[in-house]
């Protein structure tokens, strides 16, 4: 999940905020595993694990953000 995480923070970067929105985690595991959807899972855990993890990310992002 560090390595999934890691990507996301790089896009994020490299994009903006926008790379952070739910709607886009399909993208990114897409992007991250050449659309190996099934790969993705099979390294992170269940859906609801990897959402659970993406959610968590962007909270602790939003979070840090306001406190700066």
Known sequence: QRA??????AQYIKVGD???DTEKLSPLL????????SDAF???GSP???RKVF??????L?????RD
Do not use: C, T, W
């Open 30 to 37: 897409r992007l991250k595993y050449n659309n190996a959807i």
């Open 62 to 66: 939003y979070d840090a953000r306001q």
């Open 42 to 44: 099979a390294e992170l």
């Open 4 to 9: 999934f995480l890691d990507f996301v923070l």
């Open 48 to 50: 609801a694990e990897v």
């Open 18 to 20: 926008a790379e952070l």
């Open 55 to 60: 959610s968590g990310f962007q909270r602790y």
